[in-house]
């Protein structure tokens, strides 16, 4: 009788984790060497990416939340070039950002942030507020969508 009742908690726990339940996670976190591959990945068709990388971007890290369209990407720029942001995007000072979601290793530190960034804001798609940052010599760009936490 036991092991019955155990087999039947397990297709309970089945059905509910395959229903929507949430045993499976919905943050994605991605890494690719160059905006190639990331383009092939569909990242930039989805969404998660946006239009406007740099084709010689590289050292790509990326992590989104499917449920809250949340996320975070950072990429290297090799010949620090000029970045071509949306034309809405407005300068702003650290202090007027929302705080990343994630914390990833990847993802620098609050001080790095404000000692080495410029920042700016972009029209949000999904999310409360889009922020881009870029490293004031150029080889670094960041952006995050986000909400108010």
């Known amino acids: 009788m036991a092991s019955h009742l155990s087999f039947v908690r397990l297709g309970v726990i089945g059905i509910l984790c395959f229903s929507g339940a949430g045993c499976l ?5 991605a890494r690719f060497d160059d905006a190639t591959e990331a383009v092939a990945a569909g990242m930039v068709e989805k969404g998660w990416i946006p239009a406007w990388m740099p084709k010689n971007a590289v050292n790509l890290r990326e992590v989104h939340d499917l449920d809250t369209s949340v996320g975070e990407l ?8 000029k970045v071509r942001l949306p034309a809405d995007c407005k300068s702003v000072e650290y202090s007027d950002t929302v ?3 994630f914390r990833r290793r990847w993802w620098p530190t609050e001080k790095e942030l ?36």
């Open 25 to 29: 996670g919905t943050t994605i976190d």
């Open 74 to 81: 950072s990429f290297e720029i090799p010949d620090a070039g």
């Open 99 to 101: 705080e990343a979601y």
């Open 114 to 149: 404000k000692e080495s960034f410029s920042f700016l804001e972009c029209s949000a798609d999904g999310a409360d507020y889009k922020f881009v940052g870029i490293q004031r010599d150029g080889r670094r760009v960041l952006q995050w969508r986000t909400y108010r936490q």
